[in-house]
Nanobody, 127 residues
Framework: QVQLVESGGGLVQPGGSLRLSCAAS????????IGWFRQAPGKEREAVSC????????YYTDSVKGRFTISRGNAKNTVYLQMNSLKPEDTAVYYC????????????????????WGKGTLVTVSS
């Protein structure tokens, strides 16, 4: 059973930065995708960014392109989300998730198919 633990959330002023971390207890043996998702109060959970294990393809939702950067640790069981130029609309609980049966060549920017989820870390962007 894969377990995911997020950390790094907090309160930050608009324009500030935060770095989120996600540690996975183990990784799937086959192709998988790992990424970050968020859910703001009263809104549906949305995909923010993800990486495929097959070729390292990276995807970002349009609202965070140029501001957020996803990366993997050397041990591959850790994924980071560097968030710069934060805006109040980035306020949400951020989750890390894994799709253990990812299909190579497809986008992983979707909530469905993500079978393993962390408990989330709260990011609040406010002055």
């Amino acid at each position: 059973q894969v377990q995911l633990v997020e950390s790094g959330g907090g309160l930050v002023q608009p324009g500030g930065s935060l770095r989120l971390s996600c540690a996975a207890s183990q990784l799937p043996l086959d192709y998988y995708a790992i990424g970050w998702f968020r859910q703001a109060p009263g809104k549906e959970r949305e995909a923010v960014s993800c990486i495929s294990s097959s070729d390292g393809s990276i995807y970002y939702t349009d609202s965070v392109k140029g501001r957020f950067t996803i990366s993997r640790g050397n041990a591959k069981n850790t994924v980071y989300l560097q968030m710069n130029s934060l805006k109040p609309e980035d306020t949400a609980v951020y989750y890390c998730a894994i799709d253990p049966v990812y299909e190579h060549g497809t986008s992983c920017l979707r909530v469905w198919g993500m079978d393993y989820w962390g408990k989330g870390t709260l990011v609040t962007v406010s002055s």
